[in-house]
């Protein structure tokens, strides 16, 4: 049977100039990767990490999304 683990990931977007993400996880190493990436940047990376992201929402924050994401479970 096929187990899977989860990622969820909320990014604000403060509208300053330059454009500013941040990143919040219960993964403090991933944070630290993706701290100062872009969305795209973001996505790119967990899907070379083996991350399928399977449902975006708007947070609760204002100018937030949160992204969520699946892959197998690593033994």
Known sequence: MQKW??????ETIFPLT????TV???DQELV?????????G??????E???ELVSVS??????SQVFYFKRPQQF
């Open 49 to 51: 990490q083996g991350w």
């Open 42 to 47: 973001t996505l790119n990376y967990l899907g």
């Open 18 to 21: 330059p454009l500013r993400i």
């Open 32 to 40: 630290k990767v993706l701290q100062g990436k872009s969305v795209v």
């Open 58 to 63: 708007t947070g609760l924050e204002k100018n």
């Open 24 to 26: 919040e996880a219960e």
């Open 5 to 10: 683990e989860y990622l969820v990931i909320q």
